[in-house]
C-alpha cells in the first residue's frame, strides 16, 4: 500500500510540474556564424507576451534563453567574450535594458535579485514599430545581430564579432 501511495505522489508531483509549463510554447534553436539563441517561445494566448514595465525577464519561457557566442562580440554597445550567457532582458517604454548573466540554470521561479551579480553585460536597444504584425514573442538572428519581435514590435539587439 505503501509503494502505490510513494507511486501515486511521486505521478502527482510529475504531472503537476508538465502542466504548469506553458503548454502552448515551444522550444526554439537558432545558429548564425557566430552566435546561437536557444528560447522557450510563449504564445500570444498565453497571457501577456513581456512582462511589466521595469520587471526583469528571462525572455521567454520555461527556461532561459541562451544564447552561445563562438567569437568575441560588441553585444548591445558593449564588448563580451565568447561564451553561453542567459539573456534577461528589461523592458522601458521606447528602450529595453539588455543583460547578459553567467547563470545559465535560471529556475522556474526566476529572482532576478539573486543572480544580478552574475551581469557581465549591461547594455541597451530601441523598440520600434512595424506594419508586419507577429502572433507569437519571437527570437530571429539578422546581419544586425537578434531581433525579438511582438504584436507590432520590435527590439533589434546589435551584435558584432569584433
Not at 507511486?7 to 509549463?21: G, H, P, R
Not at 534577461?88 to 553567467?102: A, S
Not at 507577429?134 to 545581430?145: A, E, K, M, P, R
Amino acid at each position: 500500500m505503501k509503494r502505490i501511495t510513494s507511486l501515486a505522489l511521486i505521478l502527482l508531483v510529475t504531472f503537476s510540474a508538465a502542466f504548469a509549463k506553458d503548454p502552448a510554447s515551444k522550444h526554439v534553436a537558432l545558429k548564425g556564424d557566430y552566435i546561437s539563441v536557444t528560447y522557450g517561445q510563449p504564445a500570444k494566448g498565453s497571457g501577456s507576451v513581456v512582462p511589466s514595465v521595469g520587471q526583469a525577464w528571462r525572455t521567454g519561457v520555461n527556461e532561459p534563453t541562451l544564447v552561445t557566442l563562438t567569437k568575441g562580440c560588441m553585444f548591445a554597445g558593449r564588448q563580451v567574450n565568447p561564451g553561453t550567457y542567459s539573456l534577461i532582458t528589461v523592458p522601458y517604454k521606447g528602450e529595453w535594458q539588455i543583460l547578459l548573466n553567467r547563470d545559465i540554470s535560471m529556475s522556474e521561479t526566476f529572482d532576478y535579485e539573486k543572480i544580478k551579480n552574475q551581469n557581465c553585460l549591461d547594455g541597451a536597444a530601441l523598440v520600434t514599430t512595424s506594419d508586419k504584425k507577429v502572433s507569437n514573442f519571437t527570437i530571429d538572428l539578422n546581419s544586425d545581430g537578434i531581433l525579438l519581435s511582438w504584436d507590432k514590435n520590435n527590439v533589434q539587439i546589435p551584435v558584432h564579432p569584433w
